[in-house]
C-alpha cells in the first residue's frame, strides 16, 4: 500500500491522545461506543514492523487514551489487541491497536475476552 492512499497515515478524525511516535483516535466502524486505535505516526503494515521505539510508544499512549475514554463513557473494562495480518483479521494495513471499551451486559458471556476470537476455543 502506498501511504499516501491510507486512511491511517492522514486522519481527518479527532485526536484523542499523542505522543512522538503515535496518534490515538475513534475507530470509524466501532464495536462499541468509545472503541478507539492507536496507530503509529509512521507507515507499517503491522506493529510487528516498527522498531522498539515506535511500538513502545504506541503501547505507552494506550494509557492516557484509557483514562480520555475512562472519562467520557465511563466503561466498566477494556479489551486491547491488535490484529497483525491477514488470517488474523486485519483490514487497514497500517499497524494499529484497538482499544474497545467494554460495558457490563454488554454480551451475554464476556468470560474469555480476547481468547473469543476463535469462538470454540473461549471456553475453558
Not at 472503541?35 to 503491522?46: C, D, E, G, K, Q
Request: glycine share 8%; hydrophobic share 40%.
Amino acid at each position: 500500500m502506498n501511504p499516501s492512499d491510507c486512511i491511517f497515515c492522514k486522519p481527518k478524525r479527532e485526536i484523542l491522545a499523542e505522543n512522538k511516535y503515535a496518534l490515538a483516535f475513534f475507530d470509524s466502524y466501532p464495536v462499541s461506543r468509545g472503541h478507539a486505535l492507536v496507530v503509529p505516526r509512521r507507515h507499517a503494515r503491522t506493529i510487528f514492523d516498527l522498531p522498539d521505539e515506535e511500538y513502545a510508544d504506541c503501547f505507552r499512549l494506550v494509557l492516557p487514551l484509557k483514562e480520555v475514554l475512562l472519562a467520557r463513557f465511563a466503561p466498566d473494562g477494556f479489551n486491547v489487541g491488535a490484529n497483525c495480518g491477514e488470517a488474523a483479521g486485519q483490514s487497514v494495513w497500517h499497524a494499529h491497536i484497538h482499544v474497545i471499551p467494554r460495558y457490563a451486559g454488554d454480551v451475554p458471556n464476556p468470560r474469555g475476552g480476547v481468547r473469543g476470537v476463535i469462538p470454540h476455543k473461549a471456553a475453558y
